[in-house]
T-cell receptor
Framework: QKEVEQNSGPLSVPEGAIASLNCTYSDRGSQSFFWYRQYSGKSPELIMFIYSNGDKEDGRFTAQLNKASQYVSLLIRDSQPSDSATYLCAVSNFGNEKLTFGTGTRLTIIP | EAQVTQNPRYLITVTGKKLTVTCSQNMNHEYMSWYRQDPGLGLRQIYYSMNVEVTDKGDVPEGYKVSRKEKRNFPLILESPSPNQTSLYFC?????????????FGPGTRLTVL
């Protein structure tokens, strides 16, 4: 079983709609949860991180964490063509020393 | 400008020829890390360092070495590269441990081992 799992996609969403990206993890001791965005040919960049159960909002982005279900998600409201990218879920270990990434979900926003 | 730099950006080499990929950050970050990215496997951590002279293995350390003699530099060494080390490599740094801290990634080094 992979430690961090994401649906690889591609996920196609109409412009202006809500994009929903999901991630599950296997280590119950995981402490921090991150969403990175990676454009084709570029390096990953942080969108947001979360470490408490519940929702965390930042502009058009909302991260949701449910530790009991070992599930973290990212919602993108009012999707824009510039949101088209691969979204990487990352989870830190108990000591926050290591980061494990999922394989990423490729998101395409259709104008 | 705050950044992580890597050199070279592209490298084609042959099996067994030792090589070093350099990584440098100008943000006075304590934590540095190396990842490799392969299609279908995602980003996998090779080694990380929580401070000068403190390094530890990530998930895929075999065939790699690192050193952290200065805070700003974290070179990745392949003593005897093999074709299965052909990959896209990223160096990253963060202010402290990864928990709650953004990692800043370098531009990547695309390595091909023939």
């Amino acid at each position: 079983q992979k430690e961090v799992e994401q649906n690889s996609g591609p996920l196609s969403v109409p412009e202006g709609a809500i994009a929903s990206l999901n991630c599950t993890y296997s280590d119950r001791g995981s402490q921090s949860f991150f969403w990175y965005r990676q454009y084709s040919g570029k390096s990953p960049e942080l969108i947001m991180f979360i470490y408490s159960n519940g929702d965390k909002e930042d502009g058009r982005f909302t991260a949701q964490l449910n530790k009991a279900s070992q599930y973290v998600s990212l919602l993108i409201r009012d999707s824009q063509p510039s949101d088209s990218a691969t979204y990487l879920c990352a989870v830190s270990n108990f000591g926050n020393e290591k980061l494990t990434f999922g394989t990423g979900t490729r998101l395409t926003i259709i104008p | 400008e705050a950044q992580v730099t890597q050199n070279p950006r592209y490298l084609i080499t042959v099996t067994g020829k030792k090589l070093t990929v350099t990584c440098s950050q100008n943000m006075n970050h304590e934590y540095m890390s190396w990842y490799r990215q392969d299609p279908g496997l995602g980003l996998r951590q090779i080694y990380y360092s929580m401070n000068v002279e403190v390094t530890d293995k990530g998930d895929v350390p075999e065939g790699y070495k690192v050193s952290r003699k200065e805070k700003r530099n974290f070179p990745l060494i392949l003593e005897s590269p093999s074709p299965n080390q052909t990959s896209l490599y990223f160096c990253a740094s963060s202010r402290a441990r990864v928990g709650g801290n953004e990692q800043f990634f370098g531009p990547g080094t695309r390595l091909t081992v023939l």
